[in-house]
Each structure stands twice: as C-alpha cells, then as structure tokens.
C-alpha cells in the first residue's frame, strides 16, 4: 500500500459512489483472469482454450464483463463532465474534458506500444520470430487494446449524447439499443457490406449510456433490465446467427465481439442489471478502511496492469521454453495441473512490470484551460482508429508490411502508430495559445 493511496483512501468523501470504483477494479481484474486462462501454449504455438474446449464458452456468460467497464465509464464520464462544465463558468470544456480523459488512458497506452514496437523490431532483425511463440506473441499482444480505442470514442461522444440523455433519458438508450438492432438485420438479413461496424459505436454506445442512467439514480428495476438482457441474450443465441461465445473464436464465421452484435448488448443489460443488484451489499463492505484502500490502490494501477499482463503470461511460457521444460498439450491434465502455478507466476510478473511502468498513469494535475475542440476531436478520432488498428494488425510483420483492415481500409503496424502519437500529440495541444485561469 503507497502512502498515496492511503491518503486518497482516508481523504474520500462520504458521497462518493465508491461501488464504481469496485467495479471499474473488478471489471478489469476478470478479463485479466480470463485472458491468463484462454492463452493455451503448446508445442505447436497459442491457441485458444475455449476453441479447443467449446462447451467451456458458456463461461464468457460471466467472464465477458466489459460492460460492466463501459457502463462504470459512462457513469464517470457524466460526472466528470458535470463538473468541469460547473468549474468552467460558461466557457467551452469539450477540449479540456478530452484531455482530462485521455492523457491518463494514453500516456501508460503509448509506452506499451512503443516498449514492444522496440522489442518486435529487434527480435525481428534477428529472425527470431518464427517459433511457436514468439511469431504468434507478436500478433496477439495488442489485441486487448481494442477496448482503449472504444473507450477513447466514448470519451469523445460524452458531450452530445450527454445533451440526449438529458433530454430524452432512457428513450436515447432505447434509440442506440434500436439501431444495433437495425444494424443486425442489415448485416443477417440484407447482407449489406460493412454495415456491421457501426455496431461498434451502437452497441458500446448503448452500454456507455447505461452508466449515464446510473448516474442520475435512473436504474430503478434493476431486476428487470437483467432478466430482459438475459432472456433477449438467451433467445437470440438460441434462435439466431449468434455464437455462444460472448469473446471472439479464431476462424468463427460469426462473432459477438467483432463487430459487436444485438446479442452482446443484451449480454451487457443482464450484466448491468447483475451489478446494480449487488450495489447495496458491496457498499457495506467498501465502508470498511482496508477494503476501501485496496480498491483505491488497485484503481491506481489496473490501467497498467492490464496493458501488461498478457506480456506477463507469454514471459512465463518462454521461461519454461528457455529452461527446457516440456509444455503439456492444452485442456490435459497436466496443463490443468499446471494452470494455478503459471496463474501466480504470471501476477508476480505483472506486478513488478506495473512497478516499473505506474508512473506513466499516475494522473496530471487539473486542466480546465478553453482549448480548440476541433484539435481536440480529430486527435481523439486518431487515437481511436490508431490503437484499434494497432489491435487488429500486431506487431509482427513490421519489415513486411502486414496488413489488416480497419472498417474498409488497409491499415499497417507503423501507420497505426504513427496515427497514434500523432492523435495524441494534438489532444496535448489542443488548448488556446491563451491559457485562461478559470474561476470555480
């Protein structure tokens, strides 16, 4: 426990909702968990576990929570936004907001990528990169970054759909909700090209805007959002184009997670409802001093810790390659055996890269200077479909120039990095030349 988070710990107020703090650490720790699992290392290189085991794909039913992040980002994003606008006295905070929420997502985000954009340039140099895993490493360890991108455009879109939340309330949920449903059909039953990756603003969109509803204490049958999501989910998989798997299978046809699918929104109401269900008796145990500076510790590096962590399991999988020992085949025994030993090793690696990459996400002082929103906003857009490229094309083939396409377009590893830093270059640059001392 830092001293910091100790102090922050004892210095919160009584009015702050700490279960979101609860869920933003527990959100993150589960895919975390989750990933450690799936990532199956064997003779012939990295599968998946839950391709190799399908039955075990009901499980993402529980461990897909990254509606419940989203959700918890929208409910911080309402208030953020509240209270900069509050603090601002009338002038313009669209800037300020975007570099508020931004730098601390991309600051530990640019380090990671440009550590390991390092390390895939040397180790391809050296023609170390065709082994069982280290060709393979390359082009899965961005992967999880495409949850930063899709966050990073719901910071964006806060202020707008913010005003219609405020209007409209849960009508505009129900408008994001009705056009994932539209893009579906589009996709299913017209075979309209490329109409599904609007679900990827449609349906997070939809999950973001639940977190403004809780905001405003609007989630009042919490009971009935989950059972609708749930049976919505039941019946669409049951019935419909859509896998069990509520995580991407390599060499699927179909995918709930990319792009997003009607069903997966569905996942995220039951999700949602699940957690505001649990809200009462989790705050009865946060109002506890050493669980509560835990969370507020936990919170102070998860950014970190999950940039790094697949980085941490592929380190323990070549330490036993390096050491000559034999790795079993995935879903054995064995490897089952082995499962809990590579699980703790892999968090003893994590938290001394978290040791040595936190201060990249330690959080910049208060900026409400005006700023230009336009900079602001094309460097957010930058950002999104720099990082979301970067997921879908690794970091191996960088002398060959691999490619993948993002929506219709061809992206490489390079170009997505350049687009990147240069997205995160402008939202650093976005206030005025002018820098107003604002009045809270």
């Not at 968990?33 to 064997?42: D, I, K, N, Q, S």
């Not at 949920?173 to 309209?192: I, K």
């Not at 919505?232 to 859509?242: D, Q």
């Not at 002398?399 to 490489?412: E, F």
């Amino acid at each position: 426990m830092t001293a910091s988070a100790r102090d922050l710990a004892d210095a919160t107020p009584a009015s702050r909702d700490r279960y979101v703090d609860l869920l933003r650490v527990a959100s993150l720790g589960t895919v975390v968990l989750g990933h450690w699992l799936m990532a199956a290392v064997g003779a012939d290189g990295i599968g998946n576990l839950l391709a190799l085991v399908p039955p075990l794909q009901v499980l993402t039913w529980g461990l897909q929570v990254m509606p419940v992040f989203f959700f918890v980002g929208g409910f911080s994003h309402a208030l953020s936004y509240r209270s900069l606008e509050r603090r601002a006295a009338g002038r313009p905070v669209y800037a300020a907001f975007v570099r508020a929420r931004l730098r601390r997502l991309l600051r530990p985000t640019l380090v990671f990528v440009l550590v390991w954009a390092a390390l895939a340039l040397t180790v391809q140099l050296a023609g170390a990169d065709r082994g069982p895993l280290a060709g393979p490493a390359l082009r899965m360890v961005t992967q999880p970054l495409w949850f930063i991108g899709i966050y990073l455009a719901m910071a964006a879109f806060t202020p707008p759909l913010l005003r219609a939340h405020a209007r409209w309330g849960w009508a505009a949920f129900a408008a994001l909700a009705g056009a994932a449903a539209l893009v579906d059909v589009l996709r299913f039953a017209l075979h309209v090209p490329y109409a599904e990756f609007l679900n990827f603003a449609f349906v997070w969109l939809a999950v973001h805007q639940l977190g403004f509803l809780r905001a405003d204490g609007r989630i009042r049958r919490p009971a009935l959002l989950g059972a609708a999501g749930l049976a919505g989910a039941v019946l669409l998989v049951a019935a419909g184009p859509y896998p069990l798997s509520m995580v991407g299978m390599p060499g699927e046809k179909v995918s709930n997670m990319a792009p997003p699918t009607l069903a997966l929104l569905c996942h995220g109401m039951w999700l949602v409802g699940a957690v505001q269900l649990a809200a009462r008796p989790a705050a009865a145990l946060l109002a506890r001093p050493r669980v509560w500076r835990g969370v507020v510790a936990a919170n102070g590096v998860a950014m970190t810790a999950f940039l790094w962590h697949l980085t941490a399991m592929l380190a323990v999988y070549a330490a036993q390659l390096a050491a000559g020992l034999a790795l079993p085949e995935p879903a054995t025994a064995a490897w089952w055996a082995q499962a809990p030993v590579r699980i703790l090793a892999a968090a003893a690696l994590t938290a001394l890269l978290v040791a040595a990459f936190r201060r990249f996400e330690a959080p910049s002082g208060t900026d409400t200077a005006p700023g230009s929103g336009p900079a602001a906003a094309l460097g957010a857009a930058l950002c999104l479909l720099g990082i979301l490229g970067l997921s879908m094309t690794g970091l191996g083939g960088l002398l060959d120039g691999h490619t993948a396409t993002l929506v219709a377009l061809p992206v490489t590893a390079p170009a997505a990095i350049g687009m990147a830093v240069a997205g995160a270059w402008l939202v650093e640059r976005s206030p005025s030349a002018r820098r107003v001392r604002l009045r809270g």
